[in-house]
Every structure is written in structure tokens, then in C-alpha cells.
């Protein structure tokens, strides 16, 4: 926990100014994220809620999907009911963070269903997480093996693709100069949120180092934590 975090959502609410939480965590369900989430302290709205897995299975349901092959873990897999696992012939694979449980055998079942016609989705590209035992392969590296080996191209649903934002946008009623994402990611959070023409605050916490400063992506302001935002009128 951020010191100070749930006093800025609760000072947010407040206000009435609307937010919404953003995230590419691709481990979880939605409703399982929410649990971890309101038993850090957050007093949260499922609605207010948005995760890449459940963009990506809003963007299956509305292709009307009957079928996936899953590179999910089983709890990220929850998101999904009502589409059919399919290990053979699938309309869909679709891919995010399995950690270790990514082996050559599921690889090469997506790969052998991309190759028969399956559509490939992205949860997301990044290409690296970071955490206190050290730096991890995310899902990116991943998802472009199967987009080298099948000769294709994935449709990514998380940050930073325009559709995710745009959803939020649309769901908050505000043109994208009114609205400010705030994150610790330079590249999906900030650049991501200024190419639809937000503005894009980078706090000085979780993912951010300071060589990001230097990758010639501007935020619109740099923040010591979210909790800086307790100070702004």
C-alpha cells in the first residue's frame, strides 16, 4: 500500500471528480482483483474497475466467440465463462502473464492453432516486470514468439491500445483533454494516455526508475507518490 492512496480516491469521490482504475495485470479475474484490492482499504465499484482481462474477454464476447485456447492462468481464465476451451481448433488464442507455467508444449498448441486460423489477442506486450527478487519476462516477449513463428499480428486489448482507453474514456463521459492518467509506467501509462491526447502524470513509485526521465517521453507532471494528488485544487 501507498501511503495515502485511499485518502486520494476517497477525497476523489468526494469532490464527485469520477476516476477509474486501469490495470494490465493479467493473473486475475476482475472480481478476484476487486477482493484484493477492497482488502487493501479501497472502497471500490466493480464498475470502477477495468483490467486487461476483462477487456479481453468483453472483446471476444463482442466478436461473438464460442471458443479460446487460454495462455492464462486458471483464476485470469474466470473472466471468460460461457466461451469454451478448445485445445485443438480454437477461433482465439489469447495470451498474458503465466509465469512459469509458459512451456514449449502450450506454446506450440497456440502456434499449431494460429497456424489452423485462430485470431491471436494480446493482453498486453510488455516486455518485463520488475518486483524485489528481481526482473521478470512479462508476457510481451511471448506473444511476439507466436506473432514471429505463426507470421501474424496480435490484437492487443490492454494499455496502451487506444480501444482500452477509449472504453474508460467513454464510460467516465469526458473528452480526453479532461482527463489525467496517472501511472507508474512511462511508456503504456504516460505515452499511452497522450497519444489519445490525456495528459499523463508519472508518479515516482513501483515500476518507475529514474533513467525513465531520459527516454524522450515528456509527462505532463512528475509525482513523488498519487498521494501528491491530495495537495492539487
Known sequence: MIPGATAVIATLRARGIPFRFMTNTTIYCRYTLLDRIRSMGFALEIDELYSATFVAARYLREHAARSYYPLLLPDAQLEF????IDEEAPEYVVVGDMGASFNFARLNRAFR???????LIALHKKRHWRTSDGIYLDAGPFVMALEYAAETNAV???????AYF?????????PPERVAMVGDDIEIDVRGAKLMGMQGWL????RFRKEDL???IWPDRVLESI????GEE
Open 81 to 84: 465463462s460461457g466461451i469454451e
Open 113 to 119: 492453432a494460429l497456424m489452423n486460423g485462430a485470431k
Open 156 to 162: 492487443v486489448v490492454g494499455k496502451p491500445s487506444a
Open 166 to 174: 477509449k472504453m474508460v474514456l467513454d464510460d467516465l463521459n469526458q
Open 203 to 206: 508518479v515516482r513509485t513501483g
Open 214 to 216: 531520459g527516454r524522450g
Open 227 to 230: 498521494a501528491d494528488l491530495l
